[in-house]
C-alpha cells in the first residue's frame, strides 16, 4: 500500500503507530523499511504515483528500492486499516491528488 498524507504530523503519527504495530506483531524482527518524503509539488507527487508502480526491481533515484510495484493508494489512511477505504488505483490517487491541489489553490 503506497500512501500519501496532507499534513506532516499525522503522517508522522500513523508511521510511528504503523511501526509499533509491526515491532509488536514481530518482537525482534527486523525493522520494517519505511519512507516519509514529503513536498507540496502536485506534479512530483504524480510523478511518484508512477514511479510506485513502474519502477519495481530499480534503485530509486532517491536512494530507495521499489521491491514490487504498487497497486494500492490512500489518501491520509486510518490509523487502523481495517477501517480504511478501498485503495485507489493509480489513476484514481492522481484524480484526486489533483482535485485536491484544484480546491487547495
Known sequence: MFCFFSFEEYAQKWLE???ARVDA?????E???WILDGTGDVNRLL???DEAVELAGRLHEEGF????????FLIDPPLNFMEAPVPMDVEQVKDALQRQ???DD
Open 25 to 29: 506483531a514481530l518482537p525482534g524482527g
Open 17 to 19: 503507530h504503523q511501526m
Open 47 to 49: 510523478g511518484v504515483c
Open 101 to 103: 491541489q484544484a480546491s
Open 31 to 33: 525493522p520494517a523499511d
Open 65 to 72: 528500492f521499489i521491491a514490487t510495484p504498487f497497486q494500492g
